[in-house]
């Protein structure tokens, strides 16, 4: 089985108080970026899996037909 490319879990958050926040979280920290350069990636990176993801409908049927084989 081949390694994952990334190890770590990142998303960004905006508060309706306070400035946005990207969490990158490997296994055993979590780190806080607040610059909005960072953000700006992170917010990217995500908005790029969440275009290309299967919406919720298309991913039951994708699991469904993965167990049925």
Same mark, same amino acid.
Request: a negative charge; aromatic letters at 8%.
């Given at each position: 089985? %081949?390694?994952?490319?990334?190890? $770590?879990?990142?998303?960004? @958050?905006?508060?309706?108080?306070? +400035? +946005?926040?990207?969490?990158?979280? +490997?296994?055993?920290?979590?780190? @806080? ?8 990636? @992170?917010?990217? %990176? ?11 409908? $298309?991913?039951?049927? @994708? ?7």
């Amino acid at each position: 089985m %081949a390694a994952p490319a990334s190890m $770590a879990l990142s998303i960004s @958050y905006t508060f309706l108080a306070g +400035p +946005p926040v990207a969490v990158v979280e +490997p296994l055993t920290i979590a780190i @806080y970026l607040e610059q909005d350069s960072d953000i700006g990636r @992170y917010e990217t %990176a995500f908005n790029h899996l969440r275009s290309e993801a299967l919406d919720a409908d $298309a991913s039951r049927r @994708y699991i469904h037909d993965l167990i049925k084989d």
